[in-house]
């Protein structure tokens, strides 16, 4: 139980375009969802929590308009980097936590972004 | 702050070899402790945590004890594989479930050869 999918699990896409990763929870409700980025052989640095029908809050240092987040649904959370650059080229990772108490945070299998 | 401090790597051990990944941490009140193993290519997994001083945690052969009098909960196992190669994050949260506020450490690679 409690599986987080991550899609795509790796693009890569010209300057300028704007890529969209999904993460979904496949067999719970998740009213809060976390997007990591993850620098190689760095830690994961947490860019924003996601919470189910409002507005994303961000960690400081975050654009939020670079970085668009959606929660429409208690599934699903989308984070769309706007006009990409090399840059922003990482390993972004989510997570969802089932519920709305102190539950673990479940992690998807991440998405490897390379902007050329 | 919280913040996280984990041995660098990478860590290279002989199978069936003993492993220690040290984790040290820096935090207000009494957090909650976390290690997550990242294999090649996804995400990570909790592989287990401890919520108070003393208490061990344990899973696939992992031990590691809250250590409140060093601020350490240091990762350990009697005998490795070669399977159990990965990143492994050292993580604390001011929550018990570790749903909020996850800090991690930089993670420590284990390479684990025949």
């Known amino acids: 139980g409690a599986v987080v999918s991550q899609h795509p699990s790796r693009v890569i896409c010209k300057s300028g375009t704007s890529v969209k990763i999904e993460c979904r929870s496949l067999?719970?409700?998740?009213?809060?969802m976390f997007w990591y980025r993850q620098f190689p052989k760095k830690s994961l640095m947490l860019m924003a929590t996601s919470n189910e029908g409002s507005k994303a809050t961000y960690e400081q240092g975050v654009e939020k308009d670079k970085f668009l987040i959606n929660h429409a649904s208690l599934t699903l959370s989308t984070l769309t980097v706007t006009s990409a650059h090399p840059e922003d080229s990482s390993f972004y990772i989510c997570?969802?936590?089932?519920?709305?108490?102190?539950?673990?945070?479940?992690f998807g299998d991440g998405t490897r972004l390379s902007i050329l | 702050g919280n913040s996280v401090t984990q041995m660098e790597g990478p860590v290279t051990l002989s199978e069936e070899a003993f492993l220690t990944i040290n984790c040290t941490y820096t935090a207000t009140g009494y957090p909650s402790l976390f290690w997550y193993v990242q294999y090649p290519g996804e995400g990570l997994q909790l592989l287990l945590k401890a919520t108070k001083a003393d208490d061990k945690g344990s899973n696939k052969g992992f031990e590691a004890t809250y250590r409140k009098e060093t601020t350490s909960f240091h990762l350990e196992k009697g005998s490795v594989q070669v399977s159990d190669s990965a990143v492994y994050f050292c993580?604390?949260?001011?929550?018990?479930?570790?749903?909020?506020?996850?800090?991690f450490g930089t993670g420590t690679q284990l390479k684990v050869e025949l």
């Open positions: 993580a604390l949260s001011p929550f018990t479930g570790g749903g909020n506020k996850l800090t």
């Open positions: 067999d719970f409700q998740a009213t809060t």
């Open positions: 997570s969802a936590k089932p519920g709305t108490g102190d539950q673990p945070q479940h």
